[in-house]
């Protein structure tokens, strides 16, 4: 019998120290973004066309010039090894072999020259990107960034969502705080500042700012994806700042825990986007359904953290590749049952909100069909919509579109107050949070949670 992703959890579950497991699948305070990334899928339905299918379908996507066999990318996860001992060798092969791009993880249990290696030995173009958290020590960043330059990666997944780690109660009671003896984060290895061969550790930076961002994406030819946005005007900024890409990301639900699901943040960042820059997510995707509702809210590619954790927990590289294999044998059936050919004919208008109540229409009314379709979408949003908004009035957030006029408009409400999500959200914020955070590399205990 083939094992479904619940089974292959399962036996992942049923292999790993309970310490371990909680690490994978927890999050922050009390999971509500973690549930919800996976439960607001559960509220869309997908709304076939029939008469219109392709006998093959075609699920390539290209990203930044790498191909993928499939719109599902791996997403960086911390520490591999804990989860089976070849850890990422084991994860970049299996990838390699599934045909799509791994993001390795600066936090990898294994160096990302290893890792490439390993993913090139299976197949001699498959594209492996480096997660990077940037850091205050500016020539730690650049000693990575070239690091990963030479290492062959393709691209350069830079993650802003980590201000300060989230407050994971689980680990905090498991006394999870470094990593095993023997395991440590390889990358952290001989860098500036760093004696020895020690690694450093992985500090969060709550200063970080757009400006240090520029700089960064003038040090690298690499395209450059900003990971972890999740409002439409930083997507906003991020195009204008010459990014190449925003992964629209909560982290898993691991750092924010009032943080919406991305499924819902997605459709107003795409809009933002209107298709200048690739638009990828991720969180909560567990079915390849999941992943023909991103695409079809405007994601070009989404990726996946802990099924591919679980898949490597249950059965190493054989695991991971089974996981990477069902997502795309069900994402290609869910093409099929919307006779879509391609990945990209996915659209706003296969999507429908389930327990929505059709409102009346005239013949040839698809608007009745998605749940309500109103009218003109707000500026930006007609480009990907056409004339009505993909949900209309049962649109996650209600009548408003989600943040408010403000935030499309300017950076003030109607009475002239400052927008709660304004410009100043993404301006240096000077002390009191100047101070760094450091965390872990798995050789120094220290008192602060780590990860990522
Ligand atoms: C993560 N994630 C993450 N992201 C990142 O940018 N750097 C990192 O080091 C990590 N580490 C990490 C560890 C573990 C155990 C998990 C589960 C997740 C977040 C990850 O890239 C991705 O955003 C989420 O995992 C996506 O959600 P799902 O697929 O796990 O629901």
Redesign the pocket.
Known sequence: MIPTLAEVHARARARLDPVTCD???GGAGDEAA?RE??DAFRRLALLPRVLSGAAVRDSAVTLFGDRLSMPVLV?????HRLAHPEGELATARATAAAGTVL?T???STVAVAEVTAAARAVRPDAPVWF?L?PQPDEQVTAALIRRAERAGCTAL?V?V??PLLGLRVRDARNGFHDLPEGLAAENMRGLPGAPDDRPRDIAMWPALSWDDLRRLRERTDLPVVL??VLHPDDAERAVAEGMDGVLV??????QLDAAPATIEALPAVAAAVRGRIPVLM?????RGSDAALALALGARAV?????V?WGLAAGGEAGVRHVLELLREEFDHALAMCCCGRAGDLGPGHVVVRGGVPRGGGAGDVGAARVGARGPAPDGHAALYGDAMPYGDAMPYGDAMPYGDATFDGDTTSDGAPAPYGDAASDRDPAPHEATTSVMTGETRNDHDR??
């Not at 990301?249 to 691991?254: I, P, T, V």
């Not at 990726?303 to 099924?307: K, T, Y």
């Open positions: 690490f994978i699948d973690v990334n996976t997403s960086p996860t911390a520490f993001v993880g600066m936090a997660q958290y997944v993650t969502d980590s990971k972890g990301s909560n982290h898993g639900g691991r991720d969180g909560g995707i567990r990726g996946v953290g802990r099924p954790l990860d990522t």
